[in-house]
């Protein structure tokens, strides 16, 4: 899963151009570069950490949709792909799992609780012999 010890390498100057922006671009770096992290979702990450718990089709669903925010599969190996179990999710399952989403997708401040719940998950549901990541 996630590697702690990850280290980027630093960026190097190759030379002393300055780059233009238009005022577009110029507008939209400047709101990057002002944004705040959305705030961790911790009722959708806990309702979905309960469902995926579970043995139903809505645990499988709610487990692979989240391994599959990091690039990793349900290690039950009964699951599908990722964003496609959102359509077996029920309405308030699928509002906690957009909300997930939104918060993943944009400016985090960590990732450490997504990972922390895939952990636990895991340790619950060793990887079968039937999983791989042959699909």
Known sequence: MH???FKPVPAQRLDDRVVEMDPEHLEAF??????KPLPV???ALALLRDTAAGDTGGSVAAR???????????PTGL???GALELRRLDARHKEAALA???WWTGLTQSDQPVY??????????PASEGSCDER
């Open 3 to 5: 590697d702690q010890d």
């Open 41 to 43: 979702p911790t009722e």
């Open 116 to 125: 922390d719940l895939l952990k636990d998950l895991s340790r619950q549901f």
């Open 30 to 35: 400047r709101k990057l570069m002002t944004a």
């Open 79 to 81: 699951g599908t792909d």
């Open 100 to 102: 997930v989403l939104t």
């Open 64 to 74: 692979t949709f989240l391994f599959w925010l990091v690039g990793e599969s349900d």
